[in-house]
């Protein structure tokens, strides 16, 4: 877990993204059981209920399952969700609005593709 949480977004989604690149780096692995939301709650000092807001926003996207009395356990596709869910996310945040940018300064896919290729030398003349 991450030592504290920050401002810039409601704590349960930082619950909850801290729950889905530990499943996408593996340091939770499918089948391992994640902190209940009374963990989360007390290594945070938050409310049970905050934590407990992005734990069922997993499970509802099918990367935790509930197992009663037990606790709550990685789903065996879970990376692959996630991976595909963040693939998405990506090409929605950045793959369209660089694509409309190169289209406004007539970049070609080529020379679109160069930059995206193109290491060191950050500037670019033309």
């Known amino acids: 877990m991450k030592n504290q949480l ?10 909850k993204e801290q729950l889905e ?16 939301t009374n963990e989360f709650a007390s290594y945070y000092q938050i409310n049970p209920a905050t934590a407990a807001k992005g734990i069922n926003e997993l499970v509802h996207e099918g990367i935790l399952v509930k197992r009663r009395g ?4 990685v789903t065996e596709h879970a990376k692959t969700i ?4 963040r693939k998405k996310t ?6 369209l609005p660089l694509k409309s940018e190169a289209r406004k300064l007539h970049i070609s896919k080529e020379e679109l593709l160069e930059m ?7 500037s670019y003349e033309d």
């Open 6 to 15: 920050d401002e810039s977004k409601p704590i349960f989604l930082q619950i």
């Open 21 to 36: 690149d530990s499943v996408i780096n593996e340091s939770i692995k499918q089948g391992e059981r994640v902190p209940s």
């Open 70 to 73: 037990v606790g709550m356990f």
């Open 82 to 85: 996630l991976i595909k869910k």
């Open 90 to 95: 990506f090409y929605d945040n950045y793959m």
């Open 116 to 122: 995206v290729n193109r290491e060191g030398n950050n």
